[in-house]
């Protein structure tokens, strides 16, 4: 699982979706607590095909988000005129985007696939690399 570092006295943590092809895609986001099983904050539903932005804001203080981890769950179909998919989630910290994790793959015969994404925040003090 991709480890992402932030700033834990930073600016907010913030998720975006992407989606690159001729699909529809339906997805969950879900950010579960510390070496827990619970949720952060509610699972977060949504799609590609409505004009609403596909981004999340974490919870503040950014020191809360330490050790928690992002899941992205995707179900895609094509529409019949691509072959091929990509699902990407930004994790920003204020303007600055701090990873970007691709998932892409074939669309086959316009039947249902899924996407996976997770990753792990690691906060860092100010002086660090990050």
Do not use: H, W
Not at 67 to 88: A, H, K, M, P, Q
Not at 93 to 103: A, T
């Amino acid at each position: 699982m991709k480890e992402i570092q932030f700033k834990k006295d930073g600016e907010p943590l913030r998720v975006s979706f992407i989606f690159i092809g001729a699909m529809y895609a339906s997805y969950t986001f879900y950010l579960f607590n510390a070496n827990s099983n619970s949720y952060a904050q509610d699972p977060n539903p949504g799609n590609n095909q409505n004009p609403q932005d596909d981004i999340y804001y974490l919870p503040m203080p950014s020191s809360l988000n330490d050790n928690r981890i992002i899941e992205l769950t995707t179900s895609l179909v094509g529409d019949g005129t691509s072959t091929n998919y990509r699902v990407i989630m930004e994790v920003y910290q204020g303007n600055k985007l701090l990873e970007s994790i691709v998932d892409e793959n074939n669309l086959l015969n316009n039947k249902p696939v899924d996407s996976y994404i997770f990753c792990k925040l690691k906060s860092i003090y100010l002086n660090e690399s990050k």
